[in-house]
């Protein structure tokens, strides 16, 4: 082994083809296969994103409508009926916490959490979260549960 056989191992490298815009010998010179003039010719050249050729882009095309809050708290749902199936399924039993809430993989750690009223529970439950509809918050008092708001 010497330094003039060393080579690369196979497949490790992908040069391929004809060095393009290297000078006239070397076959692809002149306009290199860029053809002649325009944006596309150009060093430095990239298209803007969603470019048509001159025609109105699509996201200019489609109307625009709404209004979105960028100021809007968002809230993770859980329903009284998902309480009752965990109540049911013996996950829980008398208090239901944040903590709970994420090992069973119902929010995340950084989500908020508010109650709301849909189906019925049997069970008295201890329910800790961020907010609770009124409907939810009668039901779990009336089934001798307490409310504890975070």
């Given at each position: 082994m010497s330094l003039n056989n060393l080579t690369p191992a196979t497949g490790s490298t992908h040069k391929g083809g004809k060095r393009v815009g290297r000078?006239?010998?070397?076959?692809?010179?002149?306009?290199?296969?860029?053809?002649?003039?325009?944006?596309?010719?150009?060093?430095?050249?990239?298209?803007?994103?969603?470019?048509?050729?001159?025609?109105?882009?699509?996201?200019?095309?489609?109307?625009?409508?709404?209004?979105?809050?960028?100021?809007?708290?968002?809230?993770?749902?859980?329903n009284l009926d998902t309480l009752q199936a965990l109540v049911d399924d013996?996950?829980?039993?008398?208090?239901?916490?944040?903590?709970?809430?994420?090992?069973?993989?119902?929010?995340?750690?950084?989500?908020?959490?508010?109650?709301?009223?849909?189906?019925?529970?049997k069970t008295a439950l201890k329910v800790e979260a961020h907010k609770f509809s009124a409907e939810a918050q009668k039901a779990i008092e009336a089934a001798g549960g307490e409310v504890v708001t975070l």
């Open positions: 000078g006239e010998g070397s076959g692809k010179g002149g306009t290199a296969a860029r053809g002649h003039k325009g944006a596309k010719s150009r060093s430095g050249y990239s298209k803007k994103i969603g470019f048509e050729g001159g025609q109105m882009p699509l996201q200019r095309r489609v109307p625009k409508f709404g209004f979105k809050n960028i100021n809007r708290t968002e809230y993770t749902p859980i013996k996950k829980i039993k008398k208090e239901v916490s944040l903590t709970t809430l994420i090992e069973l993989r119902l929010a995340g750690k950084n989500d908020l959490v508010k109650v709301l009223g849909r189906g019925t529970l």
